[in-house]
T-cell receptor, first 114, second 111 residues
Framework: EPEVTQTPSHQVTQMGQEVILRCVPI?????FYWYRQILGQKVEFLVS??????SEKSEIFDDQFSVERPDGSNFTLKIRSTKLEDSAMYFC????WGPGQPQHFGDGTRLSIL | KQEVTQIPAALSVPEGENLVLNCSFT??????LQWFRQDPGKGLTSLLL?????REQTSGRLNASLDKSSGRSTLYIAASQPGDSATYLC??????????FGTGTSLTVIP
């Protein structure tokens, strides 16, 4: 069964550095998402992406965050200048078009900011 | 803003028992509701999705119900097995594209 893949599985970065998290969604899916889960807390929506543009974003997704689908297969989340509080598990998800289509999640990237 | 609550936060049952996990949400204008399973250190595995026009969905030993007017969903697991041990998450999609997650119920099935 096709699946969403995320790399790397664990990223350790110094505070203030830029980080790019990568995702390969399921190939025929049209909607793409990023979520984060701080340790012990809820999974939180960050952003949704459709037709090469952001369709919705949460208040967490400020100017430090950006998303891109550079080549029709990868979907990336960039954090420009990381803060300690960006430490979390980041999940990518994709969804096919149509009602009743579930979101499929990757295994996540654990981001640790030092 | 949509708030999603799950009770209980943790549940421990002996193998073979039937059990019910609860999810409640504050805004009934939902598009769909999805139940997920999360194993430690892993992503989320979709279990069942109920559209706003549906009352329930079944897959194997799992049955999820939705009462939109009262803002509730339940996940029923029949004949529980140790392999069912995981955290179960409920997520609600409003008419936008945002998913709102509950904090989850951590289930332990004791052999």
């Amino acid at each position: 069964e096709p699946e969403v893949t995320q790399t790397p599985s664990h990223q350790v970065t110094q505070m203030g550095q830029e980080v790019i998290l990568r995702c390969v969604p399921i190939s025929n899916h049209l909607y793409f998402y990023w979520y984060r889960q701080i340790l012990g807390q809820k999974v939180e929506f960050l952003v949704s992406f459709y037709n090469n543009e952001i369709s919705e974003k949460s208040e967490i997704f400020d100017d430090q965050f950006s998303v891109e689908r550079p080549d029709g297969s990868n979907f990336t989340l960039k954090i420009r200048s990381t803060k300690l509080e960006d430490s979390a598990m980041y999940f990518c998800a994709s969804e096919d078009w149509g009602p009743g289509q579930p979101q499929h999640f990757g295994d996540g990237t654990r981001l640790s900011i030092l | 803003k949509q708030e999603v609550t799950q009770i209980p936060a943790a549940l421990s049952v002996p193998e073979g028992e039937n059990l019910v996990l609860n999810c409640s949400f504050t805004d009934s204008a939902i598009y769909n509701l999805q139940w997920f399973r999360q194993d430690p250190g892993k992503g989320l595995t979709s279990l069942l999705l109920i559209q706003s026009s549906q009352r329930e969905q079944t897959s194997g030993r799992l049955n999820a119900s939705l009462d939109k007017s009262s803002g509730r969903s339940t996940l029923y697991i029949a004949a529980s097995q140790p392999g069912d041990s995981a955290t179960y998450l409920c997520a609600v999609k409003n008419t936008g594209n945002q998913f709102y997650f509950g904090t989850g119920t951590s289930l332990t099935v004791i052999p």
